[in-house]
């Protein structure tokens, strides 16, 4: 074997915008965002609107999934959530467990409380989670879960390549979760020099999940809501969001004030303070891959999330799709060097924020 490299450029959510073409659309209010999904291997469909709160401790609360669900959304609940915690949602929203996800790793002990959940709480989509989906170990994590859970919708991942998308659908996945090094507290790509542009990361796997009747999440590198419609439009079927619903009341930890502003703290969860928090520290074999910051405190989620659901009509009224299903069949990406004015955007991006 020897080391090669790929000439052809890949992409980012940066690099590119969706060029508008003609539409009969007359207002956003005409476009439909709900999609329904069959699955290569689970005997469920889900419907609703395919946009997913990341399974991190701080975003993965069962508060936000109280908030999401009433937007027919997803919340990925962390994987430290206990069984208490789960009885007591599902007792509270009975009607809600189509829009929650059930988080699990690729361990022994992972394996044992995913089954002491889904003994209490019958839910129908499991999340398996880890860095690196390319590990044999995580395959063969994988098909135990299927083989224990036959009828369940398993998202999987991550990875960036079509290959690995294969092989994660025909080892019991139904969704690939593709992204690695995008997130906003991800340094992968800065301890490793592993990683892939996530635009074009997303057309790739997206292409190699389809052909299998299977389905891809984007997850990570979403910083606007222009984002979440490129992801979309390059033929994500869900997409996972963790610092745009970052710093929210329904997340976790405490408000407090740094130099006169409300934040809350964020990390990631390969960084020193998770794994100190949930491990007792960094093992002297690896290092940490994700940083800790404070975020500006941002109020309700209902807010980004009105924000997220109203841009998004809105490509789909410049682009003529009439439904979220049709974006990416109406969208023609061109390559940018620039795509928004800078002269305000320190004053904007703390409004936004």
Known sequence: MVMRIEEDIKLDFKDVLIRPKRSILRSRVDVDLIR???FLHSEYKWSGVPIIASNMDHTG???MAEVLAKHQMLTAINKFATVKEWQDFNTKYPNYSKYVCVTAGSS??????LCNILKVVDYPIICLDIANGYSQHFVDALKKVRATFPKKIIMA??????EMTEELLLSGADIVKVGIGPGSVCITRKKTGVGYPQLSAVIDCADAAHGLHGHVCSDGGCTVPGDVAKAFAAGADFVM???MFAGHDECAGEVFEEHGKKCKRFYGMSSTEAMTKYVGGVSDYRSSEGKSINVPYRGAVENIVLDILG???STCTYVGAKRLKELSKCTTFIRVTQQLNEVYAQQEHDDWR
Request: hydrophobic share 30%; aromatic share 12%; glycine share 20%.
């Open 36 to 38: 329904e999904y069959k």
């Open 61 to 63: 609360t069962f508060a």
């Open 108 to 113: 022994d002990h992972d394996f044992q409380n």
């Open 157 to 162: 991942g991550n990875v960036v390549t079509g």
């Open 241 to 243: 969001l963790g610092g």
């Open 311 to 313: 841009g998004l009509r």
